[in-house]
């Protein structure tokens, strides 16, 4: 049911925590799942340094989780921007359809804590990355029911 990639990151997360004094912090959720991630970024010279995650959720939300922060570390915030839900899904080896939705969420929380990181520095705030269904990106478009965008 779950590739190899999943379980490893499921039972043993990658940066998992807070950043204190953090320059972007993003948190997204699922009503309808109950999943919720929280990202923090540690950003120098327009590269992410540091990424870290508290997520409460399922395997697959933590280690989609897991697999993002990993995903961003040592890219430009463009390059960032532009990960979406189906890296995410390559990277972990792919997902059950029925939990497509965290990976959604993965990529959402990537750009909300990118969005919160332009607005505390007066950065542009409209940017193509993450088609955002939670809103914590302040995005419109939605995802189907599949997680596609």
């Given at each position: 049911?779950?590739?190899?990639?999943?379980?490893?990151?499921?039972?043993?997360?990658?940066?998992?925590?807070?950043?204190?004094?953090?320059?972007?912090?993003?948190?997204?959720?699922?009503?309808?799942?109950?999943?919720?991630?929280?990202?923090?970024?540690?950003?120098?010279?327009?590269?992410?340094?540091?990424?870290?995650?508290?997520?409460?959720?399922?395997?697959?939300?933590?280690?989609?989780?897991?697999?993002?922060?990993?995903?961003?570390?040592?890219?430009?915030?463009?390059?960032?921007?532009?990960?979406?839900?189906?890296?995410?899904?390559?990277?972990?080896?792919?997902?059950?359809?029925?939990?497509?939705?965290?990976?959604v969420l993965a990529e959402?929380?990537?750009?909300?804590?990118?969005?919160?990181?332009?607005?505390?520095?007066?950065?542009?705030?409209?940017?193509?990355?993450?088609?955002?269904?939670?809103?914590?990106?302040?995005?419109?478009?939605?995802?189907?029911?599949?997680?596609?965008?």
């Amino acid at each position: 049911m779950y590739s190899d990639k999943v379980m490893d990151h499921f039972t043993n997360p990658r940066n998992v925590g807070e950043i204190e004094n953090a320059d972007g912090v993003g948190q997204v959720g699922n009503a309808k799942c109950g999943d919720i991630m929280k990202m923090y970024l540690k950003i120098e010279d327009g590269i992410i340094v540091d990424a870290k995650f508290k997520t409460f959720g399922c395997g697959a939300a933590v280690a989609t989780s897991s697999m993002a922060t990993e995903l961003i570390k040592g890219k430009t915030i463009k390059e960032a921007e532009m990960i979406t839900n189906k890296a995410v899904l390559e990277a972990l080896d792919g997902l059950p359809p029925a939990k497509v939705h965290c990976s959604v969420l993965a990529e959402e929380a990537i750009a909300a804590a990118l969005q919160d990181y332009r607005a505390r520095n007066g950065m542009e705030t409209d940017y193509v990355g993450c088609s955002g269904c939670c809103g914590g990106c302040n995005r419109t478009s939605h995802h189907d029911e599949n997680g596609e965008a």
